[in-house]
């Protein structure tokens, strides 16, 4: 199996993800902000398993053990958790309190399991039985 991918290219990869997913929001208002959601859960279902920020920075979502491509279902299971964190902004009043509280535990607690696990599997990954590599060098 091959090793694990480059934390910091993973998290470019994300970045350049909600980069999209403010740009969707901003650019289709009202609806847009659930078109970002729909993209943050299915994107990694998209070339082979590559969000277009994985696809940038040339990373890749593989099923584990067997190292084949993932479908949207694996996507929207490994990306739940963080569509769930941005959904808390959508709340009237309370929204963003819970966004700035429970989301970001959330993200914190999936880039805890990125830099302390072994695999660099986030708890995302766990539950969709996924991993992240590496799928050429920059």
Known sequence: MDKKANTLHRFIAKAIDL?????????????????????????????????????????????????KQILFKESIIR?????????????????????????????GVEIYFIIKSPEGERLGDRFAFTRVIDVKKL
């Open 19 to 67: 980069l999209i997913f403010g740009f969707l929001s901003e650019a289709f208002y009202p609806f847009g902000f659930l078109a970002g959601i729909l993209y943050i859960l299915i994107a990694d279902g998209f070339f082979e398993g590559q969000s277009l920020g994985k696809r940038i920075i040339g990373l890749k979502v593989i099923t584990i053990p067997d190292e």
């Open 79 to 107: 990306n739940s958790f963080l569509a769930l964190a941005l959904l808390f902004s959508l709340i009237p009043f309370v929204g963003y309190f819970l966004f700035f509280t429970v989301g970001i535990f959330i993200f």
